[in-house]
């Protein structure tokens, strides 16, 4: 249960479930494209509440293997392709019975499964109250698996699929390790709410999370006020750990997809579930596209269909030949190499340290022992803001791929803290930025990004990896005026190809390093509250050795 002394907040929606398309729950049964389809079926939990689902499944009547989609968007909500224009979804790939991030069941039922599409309890019209990603709503979605797995047309072997929230709730109950939940498919979804949604380095969100806990909030009774409680916990404490996924307590069989291109969302989060689980049934896909688009690829639905086929239906045969990981090596936007690895992170990564020259707005191999010094304006606006950049040039084909990380002596000018945001470039040999799919919908990506608030540099020693730092968050080490302090930054994973004669840019600045219309595209986060004033200088050379740790993958 969420911990004693961090009580939930509730409020009221701020639209009620009409406002946004819904309509009060009445059952109905028909049969459609040679599917039984149930709509707004009720299911009662443990609890007394019943929640909604729309279930679809064979008119044949055999017993079919259930596919669960536990959702906040409404079940009656399709994936429309006009709300989130350029997120690469060809309208052949889905139906109109798609739910938004969910399997199609025209696709799924045919081949022997039945798909619940479910109203999550307080939102829509199921009962209760809304909480998200806490103990409370784990344990009402065990109840739905065990339901699934024991109606009479059921095979009593459930799986779990879906992108973002229909992945980071996967997480969360398969800590409980529902009997009848026999395979799971997180795909991109974040573990850590703290580190990689509500904010990032110890910054909050100023757009993108006050954005999701509205449009979490369609409910017919109350929903948990998240944006108050984001207020009241400013640091990692008991109430964030309760919405942090326990990855050793999870032992069902996992098909991992995550994308190199969620950089400040998923990216981070759903790697880290590979890594950490417990089941030794668990296999890793990293691609370096569009995430909707690459869910609802013919190819991608045909593995995942291979995957739920052997733990659901007992097909032999079907991961004949699986690598445990799978990932692409990025090239430039949607063009990349498909990589077969036995682990990750690879075991044969050559992590190499890549020095900061200030005087030449240079990375280099060897230490420099001259000092020098490079300011830049923390709060600098405009399209182009003052930042520092420091560049690096190939000799020849170089493959990274994994976490980098940011070693940056800084001081600051007129202020007792900063938040610096980081981010990598490539570049072409004519010196052209090499643009990359990113988030769900842009196309001019970079290759990964970092973020850090100064007076959240503390490490936790323990957690912490050469090539990894992890922050503990839980006290603010302010700064002094022209006191030089090290900071550890994590750069999310990545995995890019650079050529001979390729650049790799390290910038770094006071402000956000895309920026995009908030009106065109409000699904993208944004950090606007900082703490940054005056300059920021950073040091290197000599006894400040800032550095960029860079994951170098040689060939087998």
Not at 417 to 440: E, H, N, S, T
Not at 531 to 556: C, F, M, Q, W, Y
Request: one cysteine or more; aromatic letters at 12%; glycine letters at 8%.
């Amino acid at each position: 249960m969420t911990p004693k002394g961090y009580e939930l907040k509730f409020c009221l929606p701020l639209d009620d479930p009409e406002t946004r398309g819904g309509k009060p729950p009445v059952y109905r049964r028909s049969v459609e494209h040679g599917m039984i389809v149930e709509r707004d079926l009720a299911v009662t939990l443990r609890t007394g509440i019943k929640v909604y689902v729309d279930l679809f499944r064979p008119a044949d009547g055999k017993p079919a293997a259930p596919l669960i989609a536990w959702s906040p968007y409404g079940k009656h909500t399709p994936n429309d392709l006009n709300r989130f224009p350029n997120a690469g979804i060809n309208p052949n790939h889905l139906s109109p019975y798609t739910p938004f991030e969910g399997p199609d069941p025209l696709y799924w039922v045919p081949r022997g499964y039945a798909v619940i599409v479910v109203d999550k309890p307080g939102t829509w019209y199921s009962e209760g109250r809304a909480t998200y990603l806490s103990p409370e709503e784990a344990q009402d979605f065990y109840d739905v698996i065990e339901w699934a797995g024991t109606q009479p047309w059921s095979n009593g072997k459930v799986g779990l699929t879906g992108v973002s929230y229909l992945a980071q709730t996967q997480w969360r109950v398969a800590e409980l390790n529902p009997p009848h939940l026999a395979a799971m498919n997180p795909w991109e979804g974040w573990s850590d709410t703290y580190r990689e949604a509500a904010g990032h380095g110890g910054m909050f969100d100023s757009w993108f999370w006050p954005f999701l806990c509205r449009r979490w909030s369609a409910s017919s009774t109350e929903v948990e006020d998240l944006i108050a409680e984001t207020r009241e916990h400013p640091f990692f404490d008991a109430f964030w750990q309760s919405k942090a996924a326990d990855f050793s307590k999870i032992k069902a069989p996992a098909f991992i997809v995550a994308s190199w291109t969620d950089q400040g969302l998923h990216t981070r989060g759903t790697v880290e579930g590979f890594k950490k689980i417990a089941s030794g049934r668990k296999w890793l896909e990293i691609h370096g596209r569009k995430k909707w688009g690459y869910y609802y690829e013919p190819e991608s639905v045909k593995r995942l269909q291979a995957f739920f086929d052997h733990f659901l239906k007992g097909a032999e045969g079907t991961l004949d030949g699986w690598p445990k990981v799978r990932l692409e090596i990025r090239e430039r936007y949607c063009a990349g190499e498909i990589r077969n690895e036995n682990e990750w992170p690879i075991a044969r990564t050559n992590y190499t340290k890549l020095y900061l020259a200030a005087q030449h707005g240079a990375l280099q191999r060897e230490p420099l022992r001259e000092a020098g010094t490079f300011k830049y304006d923390a709060v600098g606006q405009g399209p182009d803001p003052v930042r520092a950049q420091f560049e690096f040039t190939f000799a020849e084909r170089t493959d990274l791929i994994g976490n980098m990380k940011l070693k940056l002596y800084l001081s600051v000018v007129l202020a007792d803290d900063a938040d610096i945001f980081v981010g990598i470039q490539k570049l072409d040999r004519d010196g052209k930025i090499v643009p990359f799919a990113y988030y769900a919908q842009f196309d001019d990506g970079p290759v990964a990004l970092g973020w850090l608030r100064a007076s959240h540099r503390e490490l936790d020693l323990v957690a912490s990896t050469e090539y990894q730092p992890v922050h503990t968050h839980q006290r603010p080490l302010k700064l002094e005026a022209g006191e030089v302090v090290p900071l550890d930054i994590e750069i999310w994973p990545s995995g890019t190809r650079f050529e001979a004669g390729d650049k790799l840019r390290l910038i770094v600045q006071g402000t956000d390093i895309n920026k995009y219309s908030k009106e065109q595209y409000p699904v993208y986060f944004r950090h606007e509250d900082t703490v940054n004033k005056g300059l920021h200088v950073i040091h290197t050379g000599g006894e400040h050795d800032s550095h960029l740790l860079v994951p170098v993958v040689p060939a087998r």
